[in-house]
């Protein structure tokens, strides 16, 4: 598998992204503003993820995904690796993630991946987004902030 930036003059793989966050607007936001990098196998984008710088010491892993066909292979972990790594490299001191209360299985992923949580932003989900979001059962209102230094 290739892990490589995103020339500017290609095109992000949108509906990817779109999984992770439901929120076009947001997505083309922060894609003009971060780095997109994107995971390849035999030429085929299998997964993605976006940095977005927020202050000079610290960078978000504001997007993640793993094209369903290729989830549960541990491909979600080498991105969350890599991105970890490369913010590092880039010369970051922190790097954080936010992602929703009722995300079960990002919040393992991540804890795994050395992120601790430091803090939740009540009602983010409600404010931003027009739609009503449901997983897990769970209704997707808070988001869950984590972070990790570098
Ligand atoms: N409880 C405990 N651990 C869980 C879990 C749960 N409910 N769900 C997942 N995990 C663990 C897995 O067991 C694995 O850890 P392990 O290697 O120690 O077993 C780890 O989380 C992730 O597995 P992996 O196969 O590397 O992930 P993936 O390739 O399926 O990608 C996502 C994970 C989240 C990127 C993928 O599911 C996805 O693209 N989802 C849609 C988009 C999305 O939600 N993005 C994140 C937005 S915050």
Redesign the pocket.
């Known amino acids: 598998m290739e892990i490589r930036l995103l020339k500017q003059n290609e095109k992000p793989p949108m509906a990817l992204l779109l999984?992770?966050d439901p929120s076009e607007k947001l997505v083309k936001d922060y894609l003009d503003r971060g780095y997109c990098y994107t995971a390849e196998i035999d030429n085929q984008t299998v997964g993605v993820f976006v940095l977005l710088e927020i202050t000079s010491d610290t960078i978000e892993l504001i997007n993640?995904?793993?094209d369903e066909k290729?989830?549960?292979?541990?491909?979600?972990?080498?991105l969350v690796k890599d991105a970890i790594q490369k913010a590092k490299e880039i010369g970051f001191k922190t790097i954080e993630v936010g992602?929703?209360n009722s995300?079960?299985?990002?919040l393992?992923?991540y804890q795994?991946c050395g992120f601790r949580i430091i803090s939740v932003d009540k009602n983010f989900f409600i404010r931003n987004y027009k739609e009503e979001i449901f997983e897990n059962g769970i209704q997707c209102m808070d988001m869950v902030r984590l972070s990790q230094e570098l």
């Open positions: 999984t992770a993640i995904a793993v290729h989830q549960g292979k541990g491909i979600g972990k080498t992602t929703g995300s079960i299985g990002q393992a992923l795994k």
